[in-house]
């Protein structure tokens, strides 16, 4: 009817155009966008999977690549780039991070005997608590450790200057510090913290214990924080190793955290430091007894991280090239998947894509963005870890009195260059292919070990002497008694754990109190 009254009040007009003009000519624009949506109603209702289908697919084209395009290798690099950029004009940086974790025991009540239990995560005694006191013996300082919540539950504590003190899923205490200049800075932070927390366990004669492993109790006795992103790491550690719920709850490590000053320093750097991280292991293992007996491991810190999730910790065959790239490690981290990224201030579970397949779209709910590559970047655990700094992530929580042995020979090699390129020639002769041996072998025997002809001990002593030629007469204090004690002996902390273990009968309590006696 439209139709025809058309053609009699517009002959002129083509008979195709005949009601677009009239829509055009006869209504005004409110009214002819409600005739043009109620025939687009109608057209859909008669065509409506069609058309519903090409309006999605149209929708996803726009928006994935006209408005939020699929994130290439390019972008994805450029976050490490960035972590490159300094003011035009400053000095080279060689700062010095430390992440430095520990155990805390606390006396059984009601006991004849002196004995010590995990710290629990709830009362008077407990994590929070800890918290709680730390947080009040800092209020006047002048960097005072604040509060972090998530939601209503007391997660951390942050200071201004950036020094974080966190918990572990096991209940363990991790000192973050903030970057230093020298290895003074960084021990006068650590010695400054170590004494807060005594002082904050001391009212319910709480200890610290420096081991690599919870050396007494197994999974079941040990507490659990439940930090959201704990709570979804701590199940689906069953779907990807033994031992991950092992690392979660019952591990202690030293970390050591390493400047680069540009993407051609990093993927140096990240290369030697991924050859010299079985060394390392060596050196300090500090983890020989698990559930109170000997486990037959001098690392079983390192054993437990062997056998945590292949598809985001460990030594990857390509970071021992010489022809590493960041790519390299770029196309590694996209076949892992993160445990869950934010929403709206809310967790999102992911565990069943990698990253790859979210960037892809195959999660539709989620589009992908910067800030969800560096969250992801953060939940990958390999032996050496890039992000805006090179983490060394291999060595076992050694005693506060030679806590500082760690970042001293890992700086000596790394920021002068006579130590850097003698080490590199000779970490770079061993075969690519005996890496995964080395990792083995020194969980096992740390220091004791040979595989083929790679004598560990003749090594280890060869890093050792290398980094004590460049330190002077200031810095070498850091890492001479460490030598004297135990390398230059062919011992490792693990070493006189156990034959203080020995002596004491193999008495795992009866151990444990002489252990928590000795002044650090």
């Known amino acids: 009817l439209a139709g025809a009254a058309g053609r009699i009040l517009y002959p002129t007009v083509a008979a195709a155009e005949v009601f677009p003009h009239m829509i055009k000519t006869l209504l005004s624009p409110l009214s002819a966008g409600i005739v043009v949506a109620a025939l687009l109603a109608a057209a859909m209702s008669s065509a409506n999977c069609i058309l519903l289908s090409l309006a999605g697919s149209f929708t996803r084209d726009l928006y994935n ?33 430390m992440e430095y974790e520990n155990f805390v025991m606390i006396p059984k009540v009601d006991d004849k005997e002196k004995t010590f239990d995990p710290l629990p995560v709830e009362g008077d005694s407990g994590v929070f608590r800890i918290l709680e006191n730390l947080a009040d013996l800092t209020k ?50 650590l010695q400054n913290y170590l004494k807060l927390l005594k002082n904050a366990v001391a009212e319910f004669e709480g200890k610290l214990l420096f081991q690599g492993v919870q050396p007494l109790h197994g999974l079941e006795k040990l507490p659990f924080f439940k930090k959201e992103r704990y709570q979804i790491m701590f199940p689906h550690m069953l779907k990807t190793g033994s031992l991950g719920q092992w690392m979660m709850k019952a591990s202690s490590g030293v970390q050591v955290s390493i400047d ?26 500090n983890s020989p007894l698990v559930e109170g007996k000997s486990c037959g491991f001098l690392s079983y ?33 996209l076949e892992a998947s993160p445990y869950h990224l934010m929403r709206d201030g809310k967790i999102v579970v992911t565990t069943d894509w990698n990253f790859q397949q979210l960037l892809n779209g195959e999660n539709p709910e989620l589009t992908i963005t910067m800030e969800d590559w560096e ?31 760690v970042p001293a020979l890992i700086g000596a090699l790394l920021y002068h260059e006579n130590a850097f390129s003698s080490v590199q020639s000779m970490l770079m002769d061993l075969p690519d292919e005996e890496f995964s041996s080395y990792k083995m072998a020194v969980a096992k025997d740390a220091l004791q070990a040979d595989v083929n002809r790679t004598n560990f001990a003749r090594i280890g002593m ?48 009866k151990w444990l109190d002489e252990v928590l006696s000795i002044p650090d």
């Open 260 to 285: 680069y000053a540009s993407i051609e320093d990093m993927q140096r750097k990240f290369v030697f430091l991924n050859r010299l991280s079985p060394f390392l292991t060596a050196l300090f293992a």
């Open 462 to 509: 060869k890093l050792m002497e290398t980094a004590l030629g460049e330190l002077g007469s200031d810095e070498e204090k850091w890492l001479l008694p460490y030598f004297d004690n135990y390398t230059k002996e062919g011992k490792t902390p693990a070493d006189e754990t156990l034959e203080k273990f020995r002596n004491c009968g193999e008495d795992p309590d």
């Open 301 to 333: 810190r390192s054993h437990i991280w062997n056998n945590t999730d292949d598809s985001r910790t460990g030594l990857q065959t390509a970071f021992l090239s010489d022809k590493f790239r960041i790519e390299d490690y770029i196309n590694w981290a």
């Open 140 to 189: 006047e300082s002048d960097d005072p450790l604040e509060k972090v919540y998530e939601k209503e539950m007391l997660l951390a504590l942050k200071s201004p200057a950036g020094t974080k003190v966190t918990i572990e899923p096991g209940g363990q205490f991790e000192l973050s510090d903030a970057p230093r200049n020298s290895l003074s800075e960084s021990n006068e932070s």
């Open 65 to 97: 690549k006209v408005l939020y395009p699929i994130m290439g290798l390019d972008e994805l690099k450029s976050i490490f780039q960035s972590y490159c950029c300094k003011e035009a004009g400053s000095p080279e940086k060689k700062l010095f991070g």
């Open 375 to 405: 969250d992801h970047l953060g939940m990958l655990f390999p032996d050496i870890r890039i992000k805006n700094i090179l983490e060394i992530r291999v060595v076992d929580s050694v005693s506060p009195k030679y806590a500082m042995a």
